[in-house]
């Protein structure tokens, strides 16, 4: 039941199928987290990430397929799990007129800590917020209260800790300051599994991306490795009028090249390989990034 | 400190956790509900007591209206401290704050969740249902020892109020949705529960009914409590036992299928 010798990863799936009516929103699953790394989980709106988080907590329960959190089997030992996994939630649900502390001390019971004052000192440390813990949370800024949500999913020290898009909707500078802050828990060696669209925030943060499309996993290695694997050293971007990039398309294209389109522009990938003339002067070249296999894989435009 | 979650259902540390979650929520706002429930009886008793029981009613069953209305009024504390809290606090938690998902990613279980929810909301509700009973006294109800029981008595029904909102809030789709629940459940009850009129004036069939209001059973307990109780008095403690276990039941299964996919 302790799951360290036969179930040496903190999470393992198997198959897992998640049917809403007609809709699969999970679609034969499979994804192992290993302990200490951080994996991010990166696909579009609608590719099965916040399903997969939820299986993960119990919150839904999978039609098939095997999960196993920490070594415990779910749905059946599943808060056995959650006892020992930290959750931070896509969207904010403190109490708003409850003060600071209070809203760590609440968690910490929840969670059955055992010194609920030293978890709550440890967490108003972590969120910077120890000078404001009389304080109600609506009185907070909105990254005051993302720190807060944060050191409230570390209440009880967990093992493994979920994050679900962590910094959607957030200013530039919000997003920042949260990333430094999962980055010192990931040097810590938290094991964490972290959902989310932006491209930025899994090339920033994780040590490997899976790539989720239309609920599965399409492709996963750290992000070094998908690029190379998948595109090359080098993009080219083109812009100019529909007819020329068609054009340019075609030639790329006939050369062995991939071209997916990058808003008004073309991206040529792998443009080290081309040969003379096939990426015109005026291109603009760049090293390869986790978005152009992002978008090739899924065939989505990433934000 | 993990070795023993999950051994079994109910486990009293995760309904103590929720229950302290609303503890918590209820130190900010405590002023306002203490407000109401001792204004709220005061301005019943003014009303009819002094109102209808100084012009058109001299009295019932013996009772002055003041000692009528004061004990009956102890069910209306309990079914608006308790049915209508449960339904929307229920709703707003649920849908609009999210605040399930906080609790369930924790080791709390759906059944542990309502359990608790109902838990406080009956405490509470058992308390704030004494408040017309310690008002009526002030406008001159004689104390007695079986008063004593009244909390229970309080705490007992609104546990099966707090379910039934607990479900209805499950139910529903969107929030106006309470307003069909509220007049064609709980006003109707509300009313004819010998709160403000006997039963035994109303036509046969309607008093075969109330005796399936759990209201009108904890007006009886009450006026048991205040004026001597009668053996059929245990029968009717019993039904409030009965309505709140079977209402529960009905909570934890229509709130699990509501947050667990």
């Not at chain 1, 967490?123 to 120890?130: A, E, P």
């Not at chain 1, 991939?258 to 990938?269: E, L, N, S, Y």
């Not at chain 2, 998902?101 to 309502?114: G, I, N, Y």
């Amino acid at each position: 039941m302790t799951g360290t010798g036969e179930h040496p990863n903190a999470i393992e799936v198997r198959g897992a199928v998640k049917h809403f009516g007609a809709i699969t929103a999970v679609d034969g699953l499979d994804l192992d987290v290993r302990p200490g790394i951080c994996l991010g989980l990166l696909g579009p709106n609608g590719a099965g990430k916040s399903t997969t988080m939820r299986l993960l907590t119990g919150q839904a329960i999978a039609d098939s397929g095997e999960l196993r959190v920490l070594g415990h089997e779910l749905p059946g030992e599943s808060k056995i799990a959650r006892s020992k996994m930290g959750v931070v939630p896509q969207l904010d649900n403190l109490d708003v007129d409850v003060t600071v502390e209070d809203n760590l001390a609440v968690y910490a019971r929840l969670y059955r800590v055992g010194d609920v004052a030293a978890a709550v000192e440890r967490c108003l440390q972590i969120s910077r917020l120890t000078d404001r813990r009389k304080e109600a949370v609506d009185k907070l800024s909105g990254g005051m209260r993302r720190r807060l949500l944060l050191a409230r999913g570390l209440v009880h020290e967990p093992q493994l800790l979920l994050l679900d898009e962590p910094t959607v909707g957030l200013d530039p500078q919000i997003r920042t300051e949260l990333w430094s802050l999962i980055d010192g828990l990931r040097a810590r060696g938290k094991t964490i599994l972290m959902s989310t669209h932006y491209i930025e925030e899994a090339e920033r943060l994780a040590d490997e991306v899976a790539m989720m499309h239309h609920g599965k996993i399409i492709a996963r290695a750290t992000p070094g490795e998908l690029i190379r694997k998948h595109v090359g050293r080098e993009t080219a971007e083109v812009y100019g009028p529909p007819d020329r990039l068609a054009e340019l398309r075609a030639l790329a294209e006939s050369d062995g090249l991939r071209v997916r389109p990058a808003g008004p522009a073309i991206a040529i990938m792998g443009a080290e390989r081309s040969a003379n003339g096939t990426i015109p002067d005026d291109a603009v070249r760049r090293a390869a990034t986790l978005e152009d296999v992002f978008v090739l894989l899924t065939g989505e435009e990433a934000e | 400190m993990s070795s023993e979650i999950g051994a079994r259902r109910l486990e009293p540390a995760a309904i103590a956790g929720v229950m302290s979650r609303e503890v918590a929520n209820f130190r900010t706002y405590w002023r306002g509900t203490a407000f109401s429930s001792i204004l709220e009886p005061i301005v019943y008793l003014l009303a009819f007591g002094l109102g209808l029981g100084a012009t058109l009613v001299n009295g019932v069953d013996g009772l002055s209206y003041v000692e009528f209305v004061g004990t009956g009024m102890v069910a209306t504390a309990v079914i608006f401290s308790s049915a209508l809290p449960a339904m929307f606090g229920t709703f707003v938690k649920e849908r609009f704050q999210n605040t399930y998902d906080a609790v369930l990613a924790a080791p709390v279980d759906p059944e542990e969740l309502v359990t608790a929810e109902m838990l406080w909301i009956g405490l509470r509700a058992g308390f704030f249902g004494c408040f017309p009973l310690l008002i009526a006294m002030a406008f001159g109800l004689d104390p007695a020892w079986g008063m004593l029981l009244v909390p229970l008595f309080g705490f007992t029904t609104a546990l099966g109020w707090a379910a039934f909102g607990i479900a209805v809030a499950a139910s529903v789709a969107k929030i106006d949705q309470f307003n069909y629940v509220t007049t064609l459940v709980i006003t109707p009850l509300f009313l004819v529960a010998g709160t403000f009129f006997p039963i035994d004036q109303l036509p046969e069939g309607f008093q075969v009914a109330a005796n399936f209001n759990p209201l009108y059973q904890l007006v009886e307990l009450v006026r048991g409590a205040a004026f001597g109780f009668e053996a059929v008095d245990l029968l009717r403690y019993a039904s409030l036992v009965a309505f709140s276990l079977v209402l529960w039941r009905i909570a934890v299964s229509r709130m699990t299928k509501r947050l667990i996919d």
